[in-house]
């Protein structure tokens, strides 16, 4: 069965403390693994996508990389306006005809001034 | 801006009711799918329709259904509501010109089943 597991659940982090967010998975074959930022209460804002491993994408602050089995979001020097949940997600070849995407459960980042 | 509406923005609905969501997204974008997103959870696949047919389907049970127009809007139905049912509904659009397009996500409508 295709899954994806995030971690950690949450993580508080100071002003300017770097870190990481793992997204681990398990699919069938992978077409592209997604990276969304969700506000609370509003819908999932698309950050990025990679599609084979050793690929990585940045835009400010964050960075993604992708291996055979994991993601990771690096986030530089965060502000406390990063603070979100970050979503991870995937589609697998065993979708078919469609392209839906498969969740993890998040990771809920809080940065303090 | 993704380009994604959704109405209502909230609704609050008693079990056994029937509501309709609202979806609409901009011109080309001939793919949407319906997420639903419970407390504290990722977004789960209910189905997906392209050029207004059914293309896919997850574990959701048929009083679940749905809708596509020509002038990209949809329609997310469910019948018979029941307290599980409560939860922020997407919507999710793209061009499915690749087996990879980007999905962009609307706001949600939150329903609450009381």
């Known amino acids: 069965e295709d899954q994806v597991t995030q971690s950690p659940e949450a993580l508080r982090l100071q002003e300017g403390e770097s870190s990481s967010l793992n997204c681990s998975y398990t699919v069938s074959g992978l077409r592209g693994l997604f990276w969304y930022r969700q506000d609370p209460g509003k819908g999932p804002e698309f950050l990025f996508t990679?599609?084979?491993a050793g690929e990585e994408k940045e835009k400010e602050r964050l960075k993604a990389t992708l291996t055979k089995k994991e993601s990771f979001l690096h986030i530089t020097a965060p502000k406390p306006e990063d603070s979100a949940t970050y979503l991870c997600?995937?589609?697998?070849?065993?979708?078919?005809?469609?392209?839906?995407?498969?969740f993890g459960t998040g990771t809920l980042l809080a940065v303090q001034p | 801006e993704t380009g994604v509406t959704q109405s209502p923005t909230h609704l609050i609905k008693t079990r056994g009711q029937q509501v309709t969501l609202r979806c609409s997204s901009q011109s080309g974008h001939n793919t949407v799918s319906w997420y639903q997103q419970a407390l504290g959870q990722g977004p789960q696949f209910i189905f997906q329709y392209y050029r207004e047919e059914e293309n896919g389907r997850g574990n959701f049970p048929p009083r679940f259904s749905g809708l596509q127009f020509p002038n990209y809007s949809s329609e997310l139905n469910v019948n018979a509501l029941e307290l599980d049912d409560s939860a922020l509904y997407l919507c999710a659009t793209d061009t499915m010109t690749s087996s990879t397009d980007t999905q962009y996500f609307g706001p949600g409508t939150r329903l609450t089943v009381l």
């Open positions: 997600a995937v589609q697998a070849l065993s979708g078919g005809a469609t392209n839906k995407l498969i």
């Open positions: 990679l599609y084979s």
